[in-house]
T-cell receptor, first 115, second 113 residues
Framework: GAGVSQTPSNKVTEKGKYVELRCDPI?????LYWYRQSLGQGPEFLIYFQGTGAADDSGLPNDRFFAVRPEGSVSTLKIQRTERGDSAVYLC?????????????FGQGTRLTVV | GENVEQHPSTLSVQEGDSAVIKCTYSDSASNYFPWYKQELGKGPQLIIDIRSNVGEKKDQRIAVTLNKTAKHFSLHITETQPEDSAVYFCAASLDNAGNMLTFGGGTRLMVKP
């Protein structure tokens, strides 16, 4: 299928380690979003890319979190010095161009567990 | 910032009955309100949305109503089927394109056959 692909699907890491989560958006989609979903809660906005640039990163919780999209396609969410509170499902979504009337399609998420 | 409250957190209905989920939002400038369905182990999927210039929108068995004065919006599912069982999320956005969504806490809907 040609949906949003996220890898890995599951990641277990030790507290203090560095992790990278990858998102492959639908081909041709210029808008890309990262959300974080804690157990039993709704997704929480992290960052929104339009092309290669971050249009809004106001949802990143602190400077341990960083995301890049160097070529305007694949995006990587990077978390430094992981903490147990970072454990959640990280969701990526993409849309054609981020304009009104364009649907955002979500991937299945990466479940991050910090032990 | 925007805050979205969603009720109920769980809802159990008999197959064929209707289900209603309600959300309130805090920022009167919000103008885009989508609803998502999330099945176990999957990402949210858009099922219907409404913009602030419309009071009601319907798509087959699903309808959404919006009351901007009261700052609340609701999802109505008629003739529920077992495959409607999932977690449903409402969301609100200040951006008409929905580029930064604030989600409600979710409603787990269970449709009993």
């Amino acid at each position: 299928g040609a949906g949003v692909s996220q890898t890995p699907s599951n990641k277990v890491t030790e507290k203090g380690k560095y992790v990278e989560l990858r998102c492959d958006p639908i081909s041709g989609h210029t808008a890309l979003y990262w959300y974080r979903q804690s157990l039993g809660q709704g997704p929480e906005f992290l960052i929104y890319f339009q092309g290669t640039g971050a249009a809004d990163d106001s949802g990143l919780p602190n400077d341990r979190f960083f995301a890049v999209r160097p070529e305007g396609s694949v995006s990587t969410l990077k978390i430094q010095r992981t903490e147990r509170g970072d454990s959640a499902v990280y969701l990526c979504a993409s849309s054609v161009n981020g304009a009104a009337s364009t649907e955002a399609f979500f991937g299945q998420g990466t479940r991050l567990t910090v032990v | 910032g925007e805050n979205v409250e969603q009720h109920p957190s769980t809802l159990s209905v008999q197959e064929g009955d209707s289900a209603v989920i309600k959300c309130t939002y805090s920022d009167s400038a919000s103008n885009y309100f989508p609803w998502y369905k999330q099945e176990l182990g999957k990402g949210p999927q858009l099922i219907i949305d409404i913009r602030s210039n419309v009071g009601e929108k319907k798509d087959q068995r699903i309808a959404v109503t919006l009351n901007k004065t009261a700052k609340h919006f609701s999802l109505h599912i008629t003739e529920t089927q077992p495959e409607d069982s999932a977690v449903y999320f409402c969301a609100a956005s200040l951006d008409n394109a929905g580029n930064m969504l604030t989600f409600g806490g979710g409603t787990r809907l269970m449709v009993k056959p």
